[in-house]
């Protein structure tokens, strides 16, 4: 492919790459997506050499008066779009510059149209960077990383043979330059994806190592958090049934130490609900106490020494990343001991719920360790408990009227002797004889639970538990409602639980003086049809990649960051620490000035280390700069494409770029010899220099023997002088 | 001593005699390595024929000196068949044009039958008479002066005999300090007389092949060929250059590119020789008012010409 050909195709590619970043993110209403969709894949053919689009392109190029005045029209919607629809800058802004590439991908022609695109598309890829934090964005953003390097390249090589054909008249073509093969060769595309992977390997150490800030300036507001229901103030019976088809996902759960739990299910406790009245759950009045912190960023939810003397528990281990919702409610595996994340302060109510002073505005990251509470021996199998008259008060409370149901509790637990039986028949009973069903019709109902229990014998997770509440206090037994989550969606390719608003669920606790609050479910597992199927597994290792990318890059923190030189440091003074030993082992003197040096390293702080990383960068940037020459020499010499007659052509080629720039051009019909002369009149100081190059040049370009690695290292060193002169 | 010396030496030994006239001296030589003719061109007295006579003195080689006026025979040049009563048998005796250097003084003096005989010489480097080919000794140079075409009693030369010129020099009026040089001369002798020869004629032919050896690069070449296409293009001609003088541009930006010390011809080399190469090889178009063939013309028409050729990068 010639490199005229490529550079065109690599310009709209990265557009068009640019572009469907937009799309993806969709952040294009429909009247703007479909034309744009439709002008970048035109675009793409007709750069392709699709010679039919071409004829019908290059008839619809759109003149340059026409594309001034729709790139001002553009303007107008943009101000309209701002004032009137979108109201806000970033979705009007974004609007206005898909227009503007649309409008300059329409009319293509000269190379300052090549670089205007380059900008809308850098915005562009920087745009959809601000409204997405999606793990999508990482095969676009590398395909605009590819196909910027290649762009930048060949527009570079296409300048340097252009600007020399410029040199040379355009009508004949028989004297134009030999600046090597002007078509991609192998080890052009070679050296090019070698380009490509060395940006990306730099962007991803840019990444790492650049401080974070803060929030930027641009990021997506948090405008859409989750709609929950089941976790306020009051909980109609009904309200989790809404949800129960809905596939977002609203956190996933990582387990450290997996082995501790069956990797089935994971209840996920969100509030617990006292007081029932016959159609909805509440709390009683309860206040909230805020937690203590036992170390930074730890919170203490229940002191180990709250348990019950001599219960026993499971301790789990969770990492959880909760997506935004609308609730304060933190969730955990019951029940929570110690929390950490980045939160200011947390709260936990009488029951164990967990909240924070306000709705998280972004997503949240954080760790719970839990203890679940396990039903001990003897509580098993005592024939009477003995209830504090506090958990009596509070957890045997139910509504009155509720005969039939209390008859039917008493019917289901006959023969059994313990409480521990007697609940276990009534979970029994709830799942045998009821069938779990979402058909939502209880809205109407005054009566939901003895609908439920004793006419319509289906219903889901609420009735159930409702039920299972209310039969357990009238037989005495202290229970209570929770709400949360039931994770069951295992992936294996990450470790973690996917829990989806359709898990949300509600469950029975029931209190046991010595054990605790034990966790029990009257509702039949829904045979969640788990056909493991590839596409499946496929997805769920998809699903695994977003995760690595949400933690790995969009929540990747200063203090992720603080821990990751934390741990080099640490790493580093190992090493020293190695090293001091192995060279005190060699020589006094040098031990002695390295014990030193350590010491100054230890005494190291922050700000000297910001201000020595300063310094260093600045050095780096002289010093590149001082090379700047060097390194474009050594590129275009060992530039595939490029052979030492190249790479003298270059040099002569940045040497008239260079005094064309100090006003000093020259014309075509002028020998190379001749403009050194005028030179020399003209800019007496730059005289010998060019003298020198352009002696060089000839020699290099005309005569049979190329220039030797000195001789052209003598004329880049030259045109770097020459590039630092300023003419008086 | 090497080429660069040598040739240094000539042009060093002519401007003994020539002042202030380097350039002229440089093409001499020029014209010389390339194995061509030299056309001297200007108003009498300004050192046509000292140039010419230097240049031979300079080169330990024969040298013969024909003043061509209007009554001049071919004769008189090739020489001619005579019976020899001793072997009896015609006798073949060779004219002036049998020497290396050939100074064909006021060439356009003579008629132009006289002119024409110097044609096959010039060309084939060798001489026909009566079904007899004599070849002439290498190295073979003439150089002819002439008055402008404008002055009185001339035969101007047609154009396939200039043609045979590989290129055409004017000398112009040198400087007042220059003239004062000349005149400060002792005058006993022709200045020419007292040069002594600095290169031998196996020298100069060793010269005339390492020309051969110059490297011109392609785009270069490509160059040359635009410029001549260019003049067979341009309304201002009549008549543009021929092969012949393309392959005259050639062959003496070749030499100069030796002369200057170089094995390889820049554009440069033939942007300056184009002038004088292709000047007296075109013949102006007089439907744009120029009704006489004039050097100045001529020579400022096809430098116009070359300026509009772009010079490869």
């Given amino acids: ?728 | 001593m090497s080429s660069t010396q040598t040739i240094r030496a000539i042009q060093d030994n002519i401007a003994l005699v020539i002042k202030g006239k380097s350039h002229v001296i440089e093409m001499a030589v020029v014209c010389l390595l390339a194995r061509g003719h030299l056309l001297l061109e200007d108003v009498p007295g300004v050192g046509k024929t000292t140039l010419g006579h230097s240049l031979a003195r300079s080169l330990d080689c024969s040298f013969k000196r024909i003043q061509f006026t209007s009554d001049l025979l071919p004769s008189d040049i090739v020489g001619v068949s005579m019976f020899n009563r001793q072997k009896q048998g015609f006798e073949f005796i060779p004219g002036p044009i049998f020497a290396n250097i050939v100074l064909a003084d006021e060439i356009n003096r003579t008629t132009p039958k006289t002119q024409s005989s110097l044609l096959e010489a010039m060309s084939e480097a060798q001489i026909s008479v009566d079904n007899q080919t004599h070849p002439l000794e290498q190295p073979f140079m003439v150089i002819a002066t002439q008055n402008p075409a404008e002055y009185h009693g001339t035969f101007p030369l047609p154009e396939s005999q200039l043609d045979r010129f590989l290129m055409r020099l004017r000398i112009g009026y040198p400087t007042i300090e220059e003239e004062r040089k000349v005149l400060d001369r002792p005058h006993s002798l022709h200045p020419a007389e007292s040069l002594r020869a600095v290169l031998s004629a196996q020298d100069v032919v060793a010269l005339q092949a390492t020309v051969d050896q110059v490297h011109m690069e392609e785009h270069v070449t490509d160059y040359l060929l635009a410029i001549v296409q260019a003049t067979r293009q341009s309304e201002l001609l009549s008549l543009g250059v021929s092969t012949r003088g393309a392959l005259a541009l050639s062959k003496s930006a070749k030499a100069l590119a030796v002369v200057r010390g170089r094995d390889y011809c820049l554009p440069d080399d033939i942007k300056e020789l184009a002038p004088i190469v292709l000047s007296h090889r075109v013949m102006l178009n007089r439907t744009h008012g120029m009704r006489t063939q004039s050097f100045d013309q001529a020579e400022r028409l096809v430098l116009d010409i070359v300026e509009t050729v772009p010079v490869p990068v």
């Fill in chain 1, 1 to 728: 492919m010639t490199f005229e050909r490529a550079f065109a195709l690599s310009s709209v590619l990265l557009a068009a790459v640019a572009c469907s970043g937009l799309l993806f993110a969709q952040s294009l209403p429909l009247w703007l997506a479909l034309p744009t969709a439709l002008i970048l894949i035109l675009s793409v053919l007709q750069a392709g050499g699709m010679s039919v689009v071409r004829r019908r392109m290059a008839r619809i190029i759109i003149s340059p008066a026409l594309s001034n005045s729709l790139s001002l029209g553009a303007f107008v919607i943009f101000l309209v779009d701002l004032i009137f629809f979108s109201r806000d800058l970033l979705p009007a802004g974004i609007h206005f510059l898909v227009l503007l590439l649309n409008i300059k991908l329409l009319t293509l022609q000269q190379r300052r149209d090549y670089r205007h695109l380059y900008a809308l598309s850098l915005m562009a890829i920087l745009a959809s960077a601000a409204v997405t934090t999606d793990a999508w964005y990482v095969p676009i953003f590398l395909l605009y990383l590819f196909a910027a390097v290649w762009t930048l390249l060949l527009y570079h090589m296409t300048q340097e043979t252009g600007s020399a054909a410029g040199a040379g008249m355009p009508a004949q073509p028989a004297i134009g330059p030999a600046a090597g093969p002007s078509r991609i060769t192998a080890p052009f595309l070679w050296l090019t994806n070698g380009v490509v992977a060395m940006t990306v390997g730099m962007t991803l150490a840019i990444f790492f190592v650049i401080p974070r800030v803060g929030v930027g300036a641009l990021q997506k507001t948090s405008g859409e958090a989750l709609r929950t229901s089941g976790f306020s103030e009051r909980v109609d019976l009904g309200t989790i049934g809404s949800v129960k088809q809905d596939p977002q996902i609203v956190m996933r759960v990582e387990l450290p130490d997996r082995s501790a739990v069956s990797n089935d299910h994971l209840y996920l406790r969100g509030l617990a609900y006292d007081q029932y009245n016959g159609r909805s759950w509440s709390h009683s009045r309860t206040r909230q106490r805020s937690l203590g912190l036992v170390a930074e960023g730890i919170f203490l939810a229940r002191p180990p020494s709250s348990r019950p003397p001599g219960s026993q528990s499971l301790t789990i281990r969770q990492d959880i990343l909760l997506e935004t919702l609308d609730t304060a409610v933190l969730f955990a595996a019951p029940f929570a001991e110690l929390v950490s994340g980045e939160f200011l302060a947390v709260q936990a109510d009488a029951m164990s719920g967990l909240h924070l002073p306000a709705p998280p505005s972004s997503r949240l990251r954080y760790s719970v360790t839990s203890q679940v509470p396990q039903l001990i021996a003897e509580e098993r199998t005592a024939t009477a408990l003995d209830y504090p008259e506090a958990v009596r008060l509070r957890y045997l409370q139910v509504p009155a009227g509720l005969q039939r149901i209390d008859e039917l509790a008493h019917r289901v637990v006959q023969g059994a002797a313990t409480p521990f039986e007697r609940t276990r028949a009534v979970q029994q009973h709830l799942l045998d004889n009821y069938r779990y069903s979402l058909e939502a019709e209880q809205a109407t109902l005054n009566h939901p639970l003895e609908e439920f229990l004793f006419t319509r014998k289906t219903g889901y997770c609420e009735h159930y538990a409702t039920a299972m509440v209310v039969m357990l206090r009238t037989l005495g037994i202290p229970a209570r409602l929770v709400t949360g989550f039931l994770a069951t969606e295992w992936n294996e390719y990450g470790g973690y639980f996917t829990v989806r608003q359709r898990d949300a669920h509600a469950w029975v606790e029931v209190y046991f003086p010595r054990s605790g609050w034990i966790t029990m479910d009257p509702t039949p597992a829904v045979n969640a049809a788990s056909a493991a199927s590839r596409w499946e597994s496929l997805g769920r290792f998809g699903a695994s990649l977003r995760l690595q990318w949400d933690r790995l890059f969009v929540s990747y923190s200063a203090k992720d960051q603080l821990a990751v030189v934390h741990g080099m440091r640490e790493g580093s003074d190992f090493v020293r620490e190695q090293a001091s030993r192995w060279v005190a082992s060699l020589s006094g003197p040098s031990a002695k000035a390295l014990s030193r040096l350590s010491a100054m390293a230890r005494r190291f702080q922050p700000g000297m280390a910001g201000l020595v990383t300063g310094l260093f960068v600045v050095g780096l940037a002289i010093f590149l700069l001082m090379v700047r020459d060097r390194i474009g020499l050594w590129a275009t010499l060992h530039l595939p494409i490029a052979p030492s007659q190249g790479a003298i052509l270059q040099l002569y080629a940045r040497m008239l770029r260079t005094l064309e720039q100090q006003g000093l051009r020259k014309p075509p019909s002028v020998t190379a010899r001749e403009f050194a002369g005028f030179v020399e009149r003209e800019w007496q100081a730059a005289g010998p220099l060019v003298a020198c190059i352009t002696d060089l040049y000839q020699q290099g370009r005309f005569s049979r023997r190329p220039l030797s690695q000195d001789e052209l290292s003598l004329a880049a060193e030259q045109v770097g002088q020459l590039q630092s002169l300023r003419r008086m």
